[in-house]
């Protein structure tokens, strides 16, 4: 018999998550678009969702109690994005070898 008295001070946790306000998760598609399009990638040669779930990105950002940073490529850009915004990330690498 397993003494379940240990698991009682542990603290609840809530079973559900609250998601924000749909518009708040438009902006997030919004910023990212606006930054792929920043970077010269035209809206209608991909489709955002085959590379990030956008609703479980916009879950992860903005719900976290932490610092919490997302990483994903789309067409070769590479996006970090926060809870502060969408940042386009350079391969330090790649523009030396460039040079």
Known sequence: M????PFNRLPHYATSIQMNSPA???DLIVDIIETL???????DSYQLHDYIDIDALHQIVNTSQGDVEVRFTVEGIQLAVTPDGVNVLI???K?????
């Open 2 to 5: 397993v003494d379940s008295q």
């Open 24 to 26: 708040k998760s438009r």
């Open 37 to 43: 399009e920043a970077c010269g990638l035209e809206g």
């Open 91 to 93: 391969d330090e690498t």
């Open 95 to 99: 523009e030396s070898a460039q040079q």
